[in-house]
């Protein structure tokens, strides 16, 4: 509820701030407007591309997680002080969701519940593999654990390796995707500072251009994320049941 607060408020300060700036610089109210609705489509796109950067850096500390997990247990801790301690030592990202799985253990004593309620917080195939390898470490006999953790750790990481470097191939083309959607208005923004073409663009047609021309940035930006985007590893433990 907050978080979608914040998004209206961003987007209509954007949309507000750049209505009033093309509007003084153009003085074509028609023109502003649509440059109002494409701050605010940026102003969504930059939220989101955010959520993404935090979702990219959520699977980056996965690894991380494991190193803890294995330090723990190598210097005598148990599975359940080496999880407990993830609160105060394991990466920041994700010191909150441990808070509350340390918590909900010493509260209801019931580590499997517990580790269940963060497989269901994180819902992620890197997470999913981790929290089995615990539970059947628990349930089995944790003689291979440490084994296990790092077999996974390295298999993590060497995924996460790989998708790093695809999406940097990939954000070479998104920016240049960018950068050409982005010069029609550029170009129009310029030449909406002469009177002439600010009234040609104030008209009917020119306002039919305008709509016309943010649906087919929106479609082509819709459609270029779409073929940009990298497949999810699906999870595959989602309907263990135990």
Do not use: C
């Amino acid at each position: 509820m907050v978080a979608s607060v914040k998004l209206s408020m961003r987007i209509g300060i954007s949309a507000s701030v750049s209505t009033a700036v093309v509007l003084i610089m153009t003085r074509s109210l028609v023109i502003a407007l649509a440059f109002g609705f494409l701050a605010s489509g940026i102003a969504f796109t930059t939220v989101h591309g955010k959520n993404n950067v935090n979702e990219a850096a959520l699977i980056a500390a996965w690894p991380e997680v494991i190193d803890h997990l294995m330090s723990g247990i190598q210097s005598g801790l148990s599975l359940t002080e080496s999880l407990a301690g993830l609160s105060n030592r394991g990466p920041e990202l994700l010191r909150p969701a441990f808070s509350e799985f340390r918590a909900t253990l010493y509260g209801s004593g019931d580590l499997t519940q517990a580790i269940e309620n963060l497989k269901q917080k994180f819902s992620h195939h890197g997470s999913d593999q981790i929290f089995e390898a615990l539970l059947i470490s628990k349930e089995l006999g944790g003689s291979e654990l440490l084994q296990i953790l790092r077999t996974l750790g390295d298999f993590l990481r060497q995924d996460l390796a790989l998708r790093l470097e695809i999406e940097v191939k990939h954000g070479w083309i998104k920016s240049s995707a960018h950068i050409s959607a982005a010069a029609p208005w550029i170009l129009l923004l310029l030449l909406s500072t002469q009177p002439s073409t600010a009234i040609a663009y104030s008209t009917t047609t020119g306002g039919g251009i305008l709509i016309a021309g943010l649906v087919m940035t929106a479609v082509a930006y819709i459609w270029m994320n779409r073929l940009g985007r990298l497949p999810q590893t699906p999870r595959v433990f989602t309907g263990v049941d135990r």
